[in-house]
């Protein structure tokens, strides 16, 4: 795909992080993007500094994810890129003691559920209703490009560690579904594709000590450092450009493996 200022894309979590540096990755490009965020002030703050359109979007709602579309396509028309970057995470274990009671308590179902509910079922009603979008496009080239759509997943998804059940059970959702969507959606000319990151320098990291960050970057093969988000933001808009890029999941990590802890 060529990007450039005919192209439409929408970014979930667009406000912060990995799904920040995409929509700025993609407006240098020329992209016309829509910032869909559940913090709608720092979605719009973003979007202003792309000269973009911040829509506050829940994910796990239809009704919300329906609003947020209605806004972005009202400015710039029907999506050719979506890339989901929204996303949660929780550290709790299947069961564990007590430290108070030394009673056995199982993992919270009700955690785990929303975990699932923002990271698969998010991505997947984003895909979906996206996707349904694209289908009614004219394609854009010779092979009968109508779309692109990226969704993260994590290398959770492949090495997830203690306490990480609901987050890895997510993460590992997102990248299984990535194959079977491809071929769902290929007769319609729309590439699916996933990235898996590893140790980003996102807000998730923001609260850690600086020692313990430095032990983090130094646990990463090479570069051993954590990930700049512009990086992944770089990958997103290369899998929108490379066409032959389609029902793969990739690994962003240093080549690190997540250890049990």
């Not at 991505?123 to 854009?140: H, N």
């Not at 933001?233 to 890029?245: F, V, Y």
């Amino acid at each position: 795909m060529q990007l450039d200022r005919s192209i439409a894309a929408v970014v979930t979590g667009g406000a912060s992080g990995l799904g920040a540096a995409t929509a700025r990755a993609l407006a240098a490009a020329g992209v016309r993007v829509a910032v869909l965020d559940f913090n709608a002030e720092q979605g719009a703050r973003v979007a202003a500094e792309i000269g973009g359109v911040g829509c506050q979007c829940d994910v796990t709602t239809d009704d919300g994810v329906d609003a947020a579309l209605a806004k972005a396509r009202s400015a710039h028309g029907q999506e050719r890129i979506l890339v989901n970057c929204a996303g949660i995470a929780l550290g709790e274990r299947t069961a564990r003691r007590d430290k108070a009671s030394g009673a056995v308590v199982p993992h919270d179902l009700q955690a785990f559920a929303r975990v699932i509910e923002v990271n698969l079922i998010g991505t997947f009603r984003m895909t979906a209703k996206c996707a349904a979008g694209m289908m009614g496009l004219e394609p854009i080239d010779r092979d009968g490009l109508r779309g692109v759509i990226i969704a993260t997943a994590s290398v959770a998804a492949e090495d997830g560690q203690i306490g990480k059940a609901a987050y890895a059970a997510s993460k590992g959702g997102v990248q299984a579904m990535t194959l079977p969507i491809a071929r769902d959606l290929a007769r319609d000319g729309i590439r699916v594709a996933t990235i898996l990151p590893g140790l980003f320098d996102t807000p998730m990291f923001s609260t850690i000590p600086e020692e313990a960050r430095k032990a983090l970057a130094a646990s990463i093969p090479f570069p051993s450092r954590l990930g700049d988000p512009a990086e992944y933001g770089r990958l997103a808009r290369h899998i929108c450009e490379n066409d032959m890029l389609n029902g793969v999941s990739i690994r962003l990590d240093g080549a690190i493996r997540l250890p049990p802890r």
